[in-house]
């Protein structure tokens, strides 16, 4: 009698539990459609579109480590003239260090030992380290006036991709996924390759919630390829199991879950059910994304010498052009290797020698196909280094810290005004002088030229309306074409 009265008062708490949670989800998905001015996106994912697109898909080409913009793209030669010298304090202007360099006696200014050249008919300044992108300099466009508040690696790369220094907030591709949806139903729509340079193998750890989805519904965090063995885990059937048998397990798994989803009403429900679809589709689309050996001879030759290597930048830029052409809306490339505190003349070489013909190439590859007038490509780190050398400078090496105050970034193709730079900085590469461009900014125009207005998309979680740019940002309208 007793084990009877404990069953029947856990079937009601059951019950009870499960028509409260179905009557919370009416309720919630009523007050979302019915909020005046509410982002359609917050109701209705994937019809956020608010103006014209520019731009149908993004290539993000994340450098993690934070590049030397003074080596690389904004050249300071009269800084010779002050080599060893202390950075002066009206320029430093008491901006906080990292514990790496706080405890130093003095900051002797340490003039970059690579040459420029102007290149194209902008007459861009890009350094010896990048000849392959110098050939394609015209279709740049440079932001030398990049700047942001945060000064440590985890927390700034974050911030980048997020609009917040802490963990937990969606990333810009599962605010794209969510706001703009799919245009191709066998790939996922934000996609994710990584890789290590050269420059520095202990470099700075990545972590997945850096493409998560924070509180938006997890369909629409990124997808990571993997560098070793499939590019997708458990998409291979075990042995014995046929393609047939799988679509009826897929059948039978997508009863139970939708009837589950009838009693509780979880939206989590239904994201399970797309996702075991979208990977039963992937089994065959994977493979022939990854499978390379429809590439021309020239076209590998153009990438370079690592891209049949897997998991190489080079393979992967070669990887991104290929989901592009397959309507992916975000593909998103982190590169490691740019945390340079020391060495960095050789350090930096060898992240160049990774990156910089394959960058090329992708550009002039989406260029040949006619991707590029609606491919945005956003290549950039999350902060800048030091003019000062962090250690002991020499003739021929040094090394940087941290700098938050200015960093270059550059896009090309669609929207973008090809051939331009944005921004300058002051002698010593150290403080902004001219047209400012915030994190935020850049996320903003990202957005922008995607079709989407970033005040307005936005999602209700615990009582306040969040986005990508916060309560900040601007969008950039002189570097738009």
Known sequence: MKDSIQLR????????LGQSARALSSAALASLLAAPGRAAGAAIPGQMQNHPARAKRVIYLFQSGAPSQMDLFDPKPELEKRRGEDLPASIRQGQRLTGMTAGQKTFP????????????????????????LAGVADDLCFIKSMHTEVINHDPAIT????????????SIGAWLS?????????????????SFGTGRKDDQPLYDRLWGSGFLPTLHQGVKFRNKGDPVLFLSNPVGLDRALRR????????????????????????????????FRMQTSVPDLVNISDESQHTLDMYGPEVKTPGTYAANCLLARRLAERDVRCIQLFHMGWDQHS????????????????????????????????????????????????GTLTETNYGRDHHPRCFTTFLAGAGIKAGTSLGSTDEFCYNIVSDPVHVHDLNATILHLLGVDHTRLTFRFQGRDFRLTDVHGNVVK???G
């Open 9 to 16: 008062d856990q079937i009601n708490r059951r019950m009870f």
């Open 109 to 132: 200014v340490a003039p970059s030992i690579f040459s420029f050249k102007q290149h194209g008919q902008s007459a861009a300044w890009i350094s010896e380290l990048m000849p392959h």
């Open 159 to 170: 911030f980048c991709q997020t609009g917040s220094q802490l963990a937990g907030r969606p």
């Open 178 to 194: 969510y706001g703009l949806g799919s245009t191709n139903q066998d790939l996922p729509a934000y996609v994710v390759l990584t």
């Open 248 to 279: 009826g397990q897929l059948d039978e798994l997508a009863a139970l879950n939708h009837r589950d989803y009838d009693r509780f009403g979880d939206p989590e429900i239904q994201t399970r059910i797309g996702q075991y679809e979208m990977a």
């Open 343 to 390: 060495n960095l003349p050789k350090a930096i070489q060898g992240q160049c020698h990774d990156t910089d013909q394959p960058t090329a190439a992708l550009i002039k590859d989406l260029k040949q196909r006619g991707l590029l007038d609606d491919t945005l490509i956003v290549w950039g780190g999350e902060f800048g280094r030091t003019v000062y050398s962090q």
């Open 478 to 480: 002189k570097i738009l």
